[in-house]
């Protein structure tokens, strides 16, 4: 996880692997619904236990990628993510299928935190970020456009995540035993969390900026069926397209890199995507619906890599990006069930215009963390003064070039400035 790698594919491999399962969610919801005796409640509470051991994991080792090395950490990660997730794939048994979802979800949460670690010790955090989503983005496509003509087996999404699981397994040989930081014992573990005000104001924030995401993709399907009168295959292509343009939106986030800074795609990203989820939550029609849910997941991408990319320059040893992570994991867990609660008292539309007020104000603490000065400036070292006593030297106008006479040294009061 050096900087000095140009590419750390070991990390976006990692990080694409760590997000997959939160990636595949609402088709893992759907297909536990309808393959096993489970309620569309009960199957959406599997999935937020999911996410919740998820981000279970990211709190409790935030700040211990350093004591048990990233590889170790990152090969027992997934491990047990093919495991749980695995075997909540092969069983129909409904306590076995929690089990396994919990498990899968922590080794997910394990693999995340590591790749969140690496990430932050990046010289370009925004740009491996990017890489990472694009990855996630690109398979989770590809698997929404695969999954539904393999069959109704309530497993295959999970299926799919342990399988990427092992494949990312071989990977982790090229990740570091240590960090640099642990093997210098430059930074201990008990040392306090740098830019502590901005981390916690940026958890927070984006806690309730996942949320309010997640609320309306919990019942994005249920607009398009009931209040925008599609039919399922449409709604299904639109889903595709908009994780199309989702892709492009990686890219695009790439391509732009640093040179805006993180306020303004940040700040004026997270309106934006306030509009849409505004225009997809009352459309009323295949034209709204579509243009509000692909504009949406064109944006998402964008700004969640400067955020990310923002959390991992607040400390070099990743622990905000992990903290930051692991908070939007429970926004995202929580989005589901709030979602349906407002829909069902509030309404589609009422819904969205609350959603979409949240996400303004949730801009300004967004921003305000994003224009404060983060990476520590590098240490200035004291000039020591030491002062050489010596006879003057005399020197004409036209001295020969050449080395001195011994009496041509420095006279008194001449200062040698030596940095230490």
Request: aromatic share 6%; hydrophobic share 50%.
């Amino acid at each position: 996880m050096s900087a000095r790698t140009t590419t750390p594919w070991p990390l976006v491999a990692l990080f694409t692997a760590g997000y997959l399962a939160a990636y595949l969610l609402p088709t893992t919801v759907g297909r536990l619904d309808a393959g096993l005796p489970l309620t569309a409640t009960q199957a959406g509470a599997i999935g937020s236990a999911l996410l919740l051991s998820s981000a279970t994991a990211g709190f409790l080792l935030a700040s211990r990628v350093d004591r048990f090395g990233p590889r170790t950490l990152a090969r027992t990660g997934l491990l047990l993510a093919a495991v749980g997730y695995g075997t909540a794939a092969l069983t129909t048994t409904v306590p076995l299928v929690i089990a396994g979802a919990l498990a899968g979800g922590f080794g997910s949460g394990t693999a995340t935190t590591v790749a969140a670690a690496g990430v932050a010790a990046q010289r370009d955090p925004h740009r491996t970020t990017t890489l990472g989503l694009l990855g996630v983005s690109g398979l989770a496509c590809a698997l929404y456009l695969t999954i539904p003509h393999l069959g109704p087996a309530h497993g295959l999404p999970l299926a799919a995540v342990a399988c990427t699981a092992l494949l990312v397994l071989p990977v982790t040989r090229r990740l570091p035993t240590r960090t640099p930081a642990a093997a210098s014992q430059a930074v201990r573990a008990t040392d306090p969390l740098p830019h502590f005000r901005s981390g916690l104001v940026l958890a927070a924030a984006l806690f309730f900026w996942s949320l309010a995401q997640n609320s309306l993709w919990g019942v994005s399907g249920r607009i398009g069926l009931t209040q925008a009168g599609l039919t399922e295959v449409t709604v299904g292509a639109v889903f595709a397209v908009a994780l199309g343009a989702g892709l492009l939106g990686v890219i695009g986030a790439g391509a732009l890199g640093p040179r805006l800074g993180s306020a303004w795609p940040i700040g004026a990203g997270t309106a934006l995507i306030a509009g849409c989820i505004a225009l997809s939550a009352a459309a009323g029609d295949l034209t709204s619906f579509a243009t509000g849910e692909i504009a949406w997941n064109t944006l998402y991408p964008v700004v969640l890599s400067y955020v990310i990319g923002l959390a991992a320059s607040l400390d070099p040893r990743g622990r905000w990006a992990v903290l930051v992570g692991s908070a939007s994991s429970l926004g995202t867990a929580c989005g589901p069930l709030i979602g349906s609660l407002l829909s069902a008292r509030a309404g589609y539309p009422g819904m969205g215009v609350i959603l979409a007020l949240g996400l303004l104000l949730v801009t300004v603490p967004l921003t305000a963390v994003a224009l404060r000065p983060r990476r520590g400036t590098p240490q200035e070292h004291p000039v020591v003064e030491i002062p050489l006593e010596a006879v003057p030297a005399g020197r004409t106008a036209y001295d020969m070039a050449g080395p001195r006479q011994a009496a041509a040294a420095p006279g008194p009061g001449t200062t040698y400035k030596q940095a230490v």
